[in-house]
Nanobody
């Protein structure tokens, strides 16, 4: 079992930055790719970014490419999502997940509880 806890969400003005963190419990963190997803009210869960277990493969959705960066600190069992140039459309609950390197939610086995990001315009 892997338990994931996100932190770092909050309220920020458009154009600002936030860094989300997701800390995993358990000794199997290195076994999994990590992903970030988000879900806005009334919308389906949307892929944001993923990173392989080694950190050498990353992939982003077109909507965040060039603005968001995913990274992992394996020594700390933590994955990060640095979010710059935030827009009102980025407002959502952000979830981290552990699984395979894929854009599909079904490819992830464990999910955090989510952290709210609100961008004011």
């Amino acid at each position: 079992q892997v338990q994931l806890v996100e932190s770092g969400g909050g309220l920020v003005q458009a154009g600002g930055s936030l860094r989300l963190s997701c800390t995993a419990s358990g000794r199997t963190f290195l076994s999994y790719a990590m992903g970030w997803f988000r879900q806005a009210p009334g919308k389906e869960r949307e892929f944001v970014a993923t990173i392989s277990w080694s950190g050498d493969i990353t992939y982003y959705s077109d909507s965040v490419k060039g603005r968001f960066t995913i990274a992992r600190g394996n020594a700390k069992n933590t994955v990060y999502l640095q979010m710059n140039s935030l827009k009102a459309d980025d407002t959502a609950v952000y979830y981290c997940a552990a699984g395979t390197t894929t854009v599909l939610p079904d490819g992830y086995y464990y999910w955090g509880q989510g952290t709210q990001v609100t961008v004011s315009s």
